[in-house]
């Protein structure tokens, strides 16, 4: 499971130097850590005009690969949200989003040149503030990273997947979210990302509840048991509509 912090803010207001100390503060103790940045500019590329990939972009693909000696980059051309741009990562231990101030439901950093700000930007999950503060959080400054590292390392939590399903004890993934921020559940106890079966269609992942994935993971495992070559840790199956 990889655990999500946002760093917030309104424009030019530090966001990118919080960020970087906090990934450099967690790969020194360890940590494989990711980004993922949030672009407001309706014509953004990161690609560059004249460039071969910028070509194929225009001449219509959709889907741009360049393979480069110690880089592997891929560019769509669709727009996408933050919970389908998180969910495609792996191998990770914290992903570190920069941006979204409008998403709810993970442990936030508010970074706020004024009063005005940190109440637009500190809701109730908002584990410190950087800058101006907020009563009873913590005040950091903007190169406190080791502070800010042991806060992430303590509190932050997995993107949830929504389903309010009760299996961890509390009643909606909400509280579940609180209960880790206030240091009275495990980061790791949504039982709906373990994963025991993972459904997706058209290419969209539908998130399962723990139940659900249940079910479906003993039903298939029983069904296929008795077949040749049927038995086995990870079982993938396609399942195409006529
Ligand atoms: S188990 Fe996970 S999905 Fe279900 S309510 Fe708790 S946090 Fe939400």
Request: proline content about 3%; some cysteine.
């Amino acid at each position: 499971m990889i655990r999500a912090l946002a760093v917030v803010g309104f424009k030019e207001s530090g966001k990118t130097q919080v960020v970087e100390g906090l990934v450099r503060e967690l790969t020194r103790r360890g940590h494989h850590v990711g980004t993922v940045k949030h672009v407001r500019e309706r014509g953004f590329t990161i690609d560059r005009p004249g460039k071969d990939t910028w070509r194929h972009a225009r001449a219509g693909a959709r889907l741009i690969v360049s393979v480069a000696p110690r880089e592997l980059a891929t560019i769509e051309k669709r727009s996408a949200g933050l919970v389908e741009a998180v969910r495609r990562l792996r191998g990770l231990d914290f992903i570190i989003i920069e941006g979204f101030r409008e998403f709810k439901g993970i442990a936030r950093v508010a970074i706020a040149r004024n009063a005005s700000e940190v109440k637009k930007l500190a809701d109730e999950f908002t584990i410190a503030c950087v800058g101006v503060g907020k009563r009873g959080l913590p005040k950091l400054g903007p190169q406190d990273s080791k502070r800010l590292a042991n806060l992430v390392e303590r509190k932050a939590f997995p993107l949830l997947p929504g389903l309010d399903c009760e299996y961890c004890g509390y009643k909606s993934c909400r509280e579940f979210g609180l209960a880790v921020l206030g240091g009275k559940a495990r980061w790791d106890g949504c039982g709906a990302l373990r994963e025991r079966a993972v459904l997706t269609i058209d290419g969209k992942r539908v998130p399962l509840n723990p139940f659900v994935q249940g079910l479906i993971a003993n039903m298939l495992a029983g069904m296929l048991s008795s077949l040749k070559g049927g038995r086995g840790k990870q079982i993938e199956l396609k399942v195409v509509k006529e």
